[in-house]
């Protein structure tokens, strides 16, 4: 994993529930800079949630820096099995390759979120892997009820566009739930263009 400027930043626990998550190493390939920002406290009164999964700390950054403008609770999706550089390593066939070209690949999950009750609002955010979602999000939104939420679905990618990521998880859950247009960030984002970003659309979801 890229650590380019994690020498700068300053030691971030983001507490998600009973699970403290650290995000001392972030950033890699972001601009996103979170150094500084206060830790990020779970909040029983939150009715925002930022679930993100990162194979290399580029949404996890934007995610942060989202979930710190709106007062929004954090969980980090975490692979049972984590990604190696050289799983990483995109048209090599590797473990990402291969898992993105299966419809079937549920990648597994180490620890689930905690009840989602509380919340109204979903962020969800990932990176986009051969123009879709990584598995590892359809292996989440199977295995959670995010019924009768607002859905926010956002990605970072080096170049291409959100496509038809966020629609195809939109088709995991019910029709209960509302998915606003998925927001696509390149690996240059500014933390204030996402803190931007993140307060608008939560204003989009709630009206
Ligand atoms: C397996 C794999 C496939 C990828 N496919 C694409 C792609 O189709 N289009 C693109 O623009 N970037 C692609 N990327 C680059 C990532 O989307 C981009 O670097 C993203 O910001 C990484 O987020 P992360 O640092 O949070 O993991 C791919 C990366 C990986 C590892």
Not at 23 to 48: K, L, Y
Request: glycine share 6%; proline share 4%.
């Amino acid at each position: 994993m890229k650590r380019r400027i994690a020498a700068v930043l300053l030691a971030l626990m983001v507490v998600t529930g009973s699970q403290a998550v650290s995000a001392e190493d972030a950033v890699s390939s972001a601009t996103v800079d979170i150094t500084g920002m206060p830790a990020i406290q779970e909040s029983d009164e939150a009715t925002t949630l930022v679930i993100y999964f990162s194979a290399d700390d580029t949404v996890k950054a934007v995610a942060l820096a989202a979930a710190d403008a709106i007062g929004a609770n954090v969980f980090e999706v975490v692979p049972e099995q984590p990604y190696t550089d050289e799983d990483l390593a995109y048209y090599t066939d590797g473990r990402c390759d291969k898992e993105q070209a299966d419809d079937s690949a549920r990648p597994g999950i180490a620890e689930w979120p905690e009840s989602l009750e509380q919340y109204d609002v979903i962020f969800i955010g990932y990176p986009i892997w051969h123009g879709q979602a990584p598995k590892i999000l359809y292996t989440l939104l199977e295995g959670i009820d995010v019924s009768g939420k607002t859905i926010v679905p956002f990605c970072t990618s080096m170049s291409s566009g959100a496509g038809s990521s966020a629609d195809n998880l939109a088709k995991t859950t019910d029709d209960t739930n509302i998915w606003l247009q998925a927001t696509r960030m390149d690996n240059q984002i500014t933390a204030d263009q996402v803190q931007e970003w993140a307060v608008s659309a939560l204003e989009e979801a709630a009206g």
